[in-house]
T-cell receptor, first 117, second 109 residues
């Protein structure tokens, strides 16, 4: 089946630094990638949708200058948390749809746990 | 009121029991997904449904479009089935998913 990877799986950083999270589709072309954030014991919250080669569409309340999303190729999207603060500590998950499986099937990455000190 | 409601929120059962998790939604959808999230956080897509019923091993998912309701059943439950099960719907004409709050299932040996 289709596989989506994320890197890193864990990151701890100091407040004020920027953190980049990568999301890759390993065996299919991901025309659309989604970025989610999940706080403990809560469900996933969509942050933004990115289509390859175009600007990401952010959900209401998500600061696009703080959460930079780049989807430069059909197998890679990155999320950069700029000037991270402790309240940005969360579990970030990406998913991808594309050339694998039934139309609009989303394949999820394993997630990245971010802790900002 | 959330667009997607799951029940129960928490469910504890003994190994071998038949499990049912329910999902109701209030919007027009093009598909409904059942997802499984293990304690480590990784998410696995179990089913994508637009009508009828699907079965995979001990898991069965059904959907009634008219009643805007779906159920996920687990037969002969096992402790390894312990996870959070999430119902998500794809709105008509949209790419993104809208998620339920999840059902935390614990199967005791």
């Amino acid at each position: 089946g289709a596989v989506v990877s994320q890197h890193p799986s864990w990151v701890i950083c100091k407040s004020g630094t920027s953190v980049k999270i990568e999301c890759r589709s390993l065996d299919f072309q991901a025309t659309t990638m989604f970025w989610y954030r999940q706080f403990p014991k809560q469900s996933l919250m969509l942050m933004a949708t990115s289509n390859e080669g175009s600007k990401a569409t952010y959900e209401q309340g998500v600061e696009k200058d703080k959460f930079l999303i780049n989807h430069a190729s059909l197998t890679l999207s990155t999320l950069t948390v700029t000037s991270a603060h402790p309240e940005d500590s969360s579990f970030y998950i990406c998913s991808a749809t594309g050339t694998s499986g039934p139309v609009w099937t989303q394949y999820f990455g394993p997630g990245t746990r971010l802790l900002v000190l | 009121k959330n667009e997607v409601e799951q029940s129960p929120q928490n469910l504890t059962a003994q190994e071998g029991e038949f499990i049912t998790i329910n999902c109701s939604y209030s919007v027009g959808i093009s598909a409904l997904h059942w997802l499984q999230q293990h304690p480590g956080g990784g998410i696995v897509s179990l089913f994508m449904l637009s009508s009828g019923k699907k079965k995979h091993g001990r898991l069965i998912a059904t959907i009634n479009i008219q009643e805007k309701h779906s159920s996920l059943h687990i037969t002969a439950s096992h402790p390894r089935d312990s996870a959070v099960y999430i119902c998500a719907v794809r709105l008509q004409g949209a790419q993104k998913l809208v998620f339920g709050q999840g059902t935390r299932l614990t199967i005791n040996p």
